[in-house]
């Protein structure tokens, strides 16, 4: 019974910021990996952000260096710090989680979304 619930989206002025967070119903420690996708309509969903069980993180070229995911074990959250936003980060921001480890039998978890609207 997996739940992830993703907050914080919003309007924001071209060079603002915005903080998401994905909050877990258990410890995300039981997930072998988290991370956020966005998707703008018509477009495909695309990965921008991830992090594993073991912390390590990685970024979509189109926001590394101004994003930056970030996690709080005890709180079962997930977080993503956007930084310098610009109109083409405007979509909706996904967070998911994913069970197992390849080769093995994957899982994966998808929250509702939250939007994120990056506008003069």
């Known amino acids: 019974q997996v739940q992830l619930v993703e907050s914080g989206g919003g309007l924001v002025q071209p060079g603002g910021s915005l903080r998401l967070s994905c909050a877990a119903s258990g410890s995300i420690l039981s997930f072998n990996v988290m991370g956020w996708y966005h998707q703008a309509p018509g477009k495909q969903r695309e990965l921008v952000a991830g992090?594993?069980?073991?912390?390590?993180?990685n970024y979509a070229d189109s926001v590394k260096g101004r994003f930056t995911i970030s996690r709080d074990i005890a709180k079962n959250t997930v977080y993503l710090e956007m930084h310098s936003l610009k109109p083409e980060d405007t979509a909706v921001y996904y967070c998911k989680a994913m069970t197992g480890i390849p080769p093995g039998r994957v899982n994966e978890y998808w929250g509702q979304g939250t939007q994120v609207t990056v506008s003069s």
């Open positions: 992090i594993n069980r073991g912390g390590v993180t």
